[in-house]
């Protein structure tokens, strides 16, 4: 379901694009656009066993080990989040660099560090990211990352040597 319409995303086919491009775009080996912030999760779908694609945010990154941290803004009923708790071997493309990965869910502990580095580093964006997921106008500090890793999951894909 899409949280803008309330209609499910396959009933509104120019959302769907729209949500879906910058997948076409990594796919062209264009994902060096969107730098480290965003990534590209390669995962099986947990019912068909497909192959299945999604952008998503860095929320923040171990650059010595490559581990990237991720949150399921849609909360547990996101597919790719159910998806990846069946099959947690994944592929992870960040620029156009690829890397096998083992996603897994993190503590709400380390979800709030995680959360406090990326409220910290993007205030804006994190203030826009409450209002979204929260619904209301909350300033991006401390107290609020505890609220944001109370309310959704963060998943950490840890890699191992590229793809």
Not at 98 to 114: D, F, G, M, R, V
């Given at each position: 379901m899409s949280r803008m319409t309330g209609k499910p995303m396959?009933?509104?086919p120019l959302l769907r694009a729209f949500m879906r491009f910058p997948i076409y775009l990594y796919r062209a080996r264009l994902g060096w656009?969107?730098?480290?912030?965003?990534?590209?999760?390669?995962?099986?779908?947990r019912k068909s066993g497909i192959k299945r694609y999604v952008v998503l945010e860095v929320v923040n990154q171990d650059d010595e080990n490559k581990n990237f941290y991720v949150a399921a803004a849609w909360g547990k009923k996101a597919d790719w989040y159910r998806n990846i708790l069946v099959t947690p071997k994944v592929t992870v493309q960040v620029k156009n660099q690829q890397y096998s990965a083992y996603a897994e869910k993190i503590s709400p502990e380390a979800?709030?560090?995680?959360?406090?580095a990326y409220a910290q580093k993007?205030?804006?964006?994190?203030?826009?990211l409450i209002k979204t997921i929260l619904g209301e106008s909350?300033?991006?500090d401390y107290e609020t990352c505890q609220k944001?890793?109370?309310a959704i999951p963060l998943v950490a894909l840890k890699?191992?040597?590229p793809a």
């Amino acid at each position: 379901m899409s949280r803008m319409t309330g209609k499910p995303m396959r009933e509104r086919p120019l959302l769907r694009a729209f949500m879906r491009f910058p997948i076409y775009l990594y796919r062209a080996r264009l994902g060096w656009l969107f730098g480290e912030r965003f990534l590209m999760l390669s995962h099986t779908g947990r019912k068909s066993g497909i192959k299945r694609y999604v952008v998503l945010e860095v929320v923040n990154q171990d650059d010595e080990n490559k581990n990237f941290y991720v949150a399921a803004a849609w909360g547990k009923k996101a597919d790719w989040y159910r998806n990846i708790l069946v099959t947690p071997k994944v592929t992870v493309q960040v620029k156009n660099q690829q890397y096998s990965a083992y996603a897994e869910k993190i503590s709400p502990e380390a979800a709030l560090e995680n959360l406090w580095a990326y409220a910290q580093k993007y205030p804006a964006a994190f203030t826009q990211l409450i209002k979204t997921i929260l619904g209301e106008s909350l300033p991006p500090d401390y107290e609020t990352c505890q609220k944001m890793a109370e309310a959704i999951p963060l998943v950490a894909l840890k890699t191992n040597i590229p793809a």
